[in-house]
């Protein structure tokens, strides 16, 4: 009796269309909310370090002096809190999966230099002004503490 139930499947698939993707022929779709993987815009990166509080996995890391942006693939779980939770939303999820490359681990992504140039000069810019910043204030306390020495200075 299996070999007749068998016969109905086997004439049936017989006359319909393949079941199975032509996937090296035709790249594959993939439905409307595959995760995927993430992608980032590293020169739009302003390396604030949302991403990495967002992760639930601590699968991201940020070194803003070398403009860098690193992903552990293995371990990220594709939840996109990340994106979530970017400012600037240079980070996408992309449908379909990363190409497997040569070695595991961790993936680097390195901002260009000319906007590495721009950060730097815009750092020590901020740091020249908060210099100023700091002396003008110790000017003015130094000031207001003449002032109030001199005051008591009258009244005696």
Not at 40 to 67: E, F, H, V, W
């Amino acid at each position: 009796m299996g070999v007749m139930t068998f016969a109905g499947t086997a004439l049936k698939n017989l006359f319909s269309k393949p079941v199975t993707t032509s996937y090296p022929a035709e790249p594959a779709e993939y439905k409307e909310r595959t995760r995927g993987h993430i992608e980032i815009d590293i020169d739009q990166c302003i390396s604030c370090g949302m991403c990495t509080r967002a992760c639930p996995c601590g699968t991201l890391s940020i070194d803003k002096i070398k403009g860098t942006w690193t992903i552990n693939r293995f371990d990220c779980i594709a939840c996109g809190f990340c994106v979530e939770k970017c400012p600037k939303k240079c980070l996408t999820m992309v449908a379909g999966y990363q190409e497997p490359g040569g070695e595991k681990g961790e993936v680097t992504y390195t901002k260009s230099p000319e906007v590495l140039a721009e950060e730097a000069r815009k750092r020590e810019e901020m740091a020249k002004k908060a210099a100023e910043a700091k002396k003008a204030m110790e000017a003015k306390k130094a000031a207001e503490a003449a002032a109030a020495a001199a005051g008591e200075k009258k009244d005696n």
